[in-house]
């Protein structure tokens, strides 16, 4: 009878962990989602929970708010954004809101204010602080002429471009001056998905050690695409490392010319003609 019993009681435990812990963060996606749909400045959003183990859960979220919002019309946006109460039911909430603001050649750019709230918070979510986080992420963008958009995660900011992204590399190394929540990394990439060229670095790595992956792809002849080159320090990497994948029928001569400049300059490259 005793057995019976305390099997009943962990049955019962076990259903009221399932039901309120375990899915913390899928509930809360749920909620969320519905309080998004609410929202008339929201255009657009994803919102991924997650049901850690053991804990309350988490969510990852990406919010695009509506073009022609006003510095204190979207901080006051991130500010309720990130306050909403049915985040108490999580651990933490990692959360991205982007709007569109000009690049350096006028075109819009889609960029992005971070903040993390629940256990171990970032970022200042005053009406003050985040409109001069608005501020400093226009000003950034100001000064990339290529920049189409700027996203940003838990510890990493990521541009993409349309033109040479050691211009955004470096347009992001001068922005990591405004000490933005929290990041670690940073990718500053171009291209697409058979033709991408990529610059991975920490914060405080010197983005001129990444340089010389210009002149590997000078030596390219002129209409050569790469399918995909990499210039990264990123940890674990300690030193530079340069990747180029040629595409498919690529002249041999052309990959040796590549590895005989690598060795000049004096840096590792690994590089291949795709089959």
Request: glycine share 8%; with cysteine; proline share 6%.
């Amino acid at each position: 009878m005793r057995r019976s019993v305390l099997v009943s009681f962990l049955m019962a435990v076990a259903v009221l962990l399932t039901g309120c812990t375990l899915n913390a963060g899928s509930k809360f996606a749920d909620e969320y989602e519905r309080y998004l749909d609410g929202r008339d400045d929201v255009i657009a959003y994803q919102v991924r929970g997650h049901n850690d183990l053991p804990g309350q859960g988490s969510a990852d979220t990406r919010v695009d708010l509506a073009d022609g919002l006003t510095d204190a019309q979207i901080a006051k946006a991130v500010g309720e954004l990130a306050g909403h109460p049915s985040q108490r039911s999580i651990a933490h909430h990692n959360l991205a809101v982007y709007f569109d603001t000009p690049n350096a050649s006028g075109r819009p750019a889609r960029v992005a204010v971070f903040v993390r709230t629940g256990d171990d918070p970032l970022q200042d979510t005053s009406a003050r602080a985040l409109t001069e986080r608005i501020g400093q992420v226009r000003a950034f963008a100001a000064t990339d002429p290529g920049l189409t958009e700027l996203s940003a995660y838990i510890s990493e900011l990521r541009a993409q471009t349309d033109g040479d992204p050691f211009v955004s590399a470096d347009a992001l190394t001068a922005y990591l001056e405004t000490e933005p929540p929290g990041v670690r990394r940073l990718t500053a990439a171009t291209g697409r998905v058979g033709s991408l060229g990529a610059v991975s670095f920490d914060a405080g790595d010197s983005v001129a050690a990444l340089r010389p992956m210009r002149e590997l792809l000078a030596t390219l002849p002129p209409g050569l695409i790469p399918l995909r080159w990499w210039a990264n320090s990123e940890m674990p990497v300690d030193t530079a490392e340069f990747e180029v994948d040629l595409p498919t029928g690529t002249d041999p001569a052309v990959l040796a010319g590549l590895e005989q400049r690598a060795a000049a300059l004096g840096v590792p490259l690994r590089a291949l003609i795709a089959r």
